[in-house]
């Protein structure tokens, strides 16, 4: 069975419906420019969706010449489309999303995992997926950065009663989301990675954003488990009504991580699951893996995958595109780490401890601004320029924005600093300095967009 026409009426009966059933390889979008290649390879249907720019309703036709097999709309059309076409009125775009949404989701039986945090959300996701899947399971993961209301809606059109699991971000950035999000979701497991100070202009200090984040287990009973990182007191010093496991450094945790050595090129330690011990070989040098890694055992443990299962992938090459990705350069003009999918103060300082372990005779980082860190973004930039003394073996500093001026503040005198206000900016500066011998570190917010400077280096783009 999948999500069907007969399905969606009887959610929302005041629908109007023209055209054929759903098929059951549909997909939504929200996003015209998304169909640009589908050539009809996928039914796509197209979500007319008003956002804060642009009102899908003006893309409905641009959908439908891109091979768009349908659009749900709760606005009238002004155009004649072809009969074929699978037409939806509703009251409500969204609201109708969100309803249907929640409805197919009461019908799923099996493990819905749930991943929150400050860091480590894709990162866990990821290698769970990983392991799941190499344990022979039928999984989706959610796709990319879906992890709103609106994303994690999609992602649960696209369940299917034969899936054996499903894994999902729940990201946000202001108080009362994680509440809306545990409530369309409903996870029967429900992690939460690390808590940071990302997002704290929205959400607060730390004892805030654990608050909104331990939301997750809103609807939670005595037959889900929460996952918690148990080295954390606003994590671990609370009642819960439900089972917990608890994972992190300390003993008083039931997955544990110890001995830990980080090496040029990987690391080693001992995991502790209870009371079995195993010595792992990790091929990073990032020691934030570890949280990420730990947190993955743990659900895919409490869904009984075999040991042997988990031991195998954790400890093979594992990337996530934009996160401490190591790329080389081409012409032989040596390293770069492209980590400039998003920053907090918590994550930069992990990447620049990571990356103090990477040998090389000139290495650079191009930091930019970590945003909305509200009133304390100042002293939270100031702090990684104090930071920097802990990585001695740093030859040159690029900082990219306005916060970052108060990282050059506070960073080392002897280290070679210059700051800009752009990516394209930060691109001339770096190129002199590129080499055989050369490491370069990309650190920022997404929304600095210093992905651009990894994409230009790495074409090679004048």
């Not at 390889?25 to 169909?35: A, E, K, N, W």
């Not at 050539?39 to 969706?49: D, N, P, V």
């Not at 699951?273 to 040098?285: A, D, G, N, R, S």
Request: net charge positive; aromatic share 8%.
């Amino acid at each position: 069975m999948f999500l069907n026409k007969n399905f969606f009426m009887t959610v929302l009966p005041d629908a109007q419906w023209v055209g054929p059933d759903f098929s059951e390889d549909m997909r939504l979008v929200v996003d015209s420019r998304l169909l640009k290649n589908n050539h009809q390879q996928e039914k796509i249907f197209f979500l007319a969706l008003r956002g804060s720019h642009h009102d899908g309703h003006d893309f409905i036709q641009s959908a439908l010449h891109a091979g768009a097999s349908g659009f749900i709309t709760d606005r009238p059309v002004s155009f004649a489309y072809d009969p074929s076409i699978t037409a939806i009125f509703v009251k409500d775009v969204l609201a109708a999303l969100i309803a249907v949404a929640k409805a197919w989701r009461a019908q799923i039986a099996f493990p819905i995992i749930g991943i929150t945090g400050s860091i480590g959300k894709t990162s866990t996701k990821e290698l769970l997926g990983m392991i799941l899947r190499r344990a022979g399971k039928n999984i989706l993961l959610s796709h990319g950065n879906q992890n709103t209301v609106l994303g994690i809606c999609l992602t649960l059109w696209r369940l299917k009663k034969n899936h054996d699991a499903a894994v999902f971000e729940m990201g946000i950035s202001k108080r009362g989301e994680m509440q809306a999000l545990a409530d369309i979701l409903r996870p029967t497991v429900g992690v939460i990675t690390y808590i940071g100070h990302s997002h704290s202009q929205g959400l607060g200090p730390a004892s805030d954003i654990s608050i909104e984040k331990r939301a997750i287990f809103s609807y939670f009973n005595e037959e889900f488990i929460g996952i918690i990182q148990g080295d954390q007191p606003e994590l671990s010093r609370v009642a819960y009504k439900h089972p917990i496991i608890k994972f992190g450094k300390k003993m008083s945790n039931q997955l544990q991580v110890r001995k830990v050595v980080v090496h040029a090129d990987h690391i080693t330690c001992v995991l502790k699951i209870y009371k079995q011990k195993f010595p792992l070989v990790l091929p990073t040098t990032n020691a934030a893996f570890l949280n990420s890694m730990l947190a993955a055992v743990a659900v895919a443990y409490t869904l009984c995958v075999p040991i042997e299962t988990i031991l195998t992938v954790i400890q093979e090459p594992f990337i996530v595109p934009g996160r401490y990705e190591k790329k080389s350069l081409p012409d032989n003009q040596g390293l770069i780490i492209h980590d400039a999918y998003n920053a907090s103060p918590e994550s930069m300082k992990a990447a620049l401890l990571a990356f103090e372990k990477v040998v090389a005779s000139k290495k650079i980082a191009i930091l930019g601004d970590m945003l909305e860190l509200g009133h304390l973004s100042s002293f939270w930039h100031r702090q990684i320029g104090r930071f920097l003394q802990k990585v001695p073996s740093l030859t040159h500093l690029i900082l990219v924005g306005r916060e970052v001026e108060n990282i050059k503040k506070t960073a080392p005198l002897s280290l070679s600093c210059i700051l800009v206000p752009t990516w394209q900016e930060a691109v001339k500066a770096v190129r002199p300095l590129l080499g055989a011998d050369t490491a370069v570190l990309v650190k920022a917010s997404r929304s600095i967009a210093l992905h651009n400077i990894v994409e230009t280096l790495e074409k090679n783009i004048s």
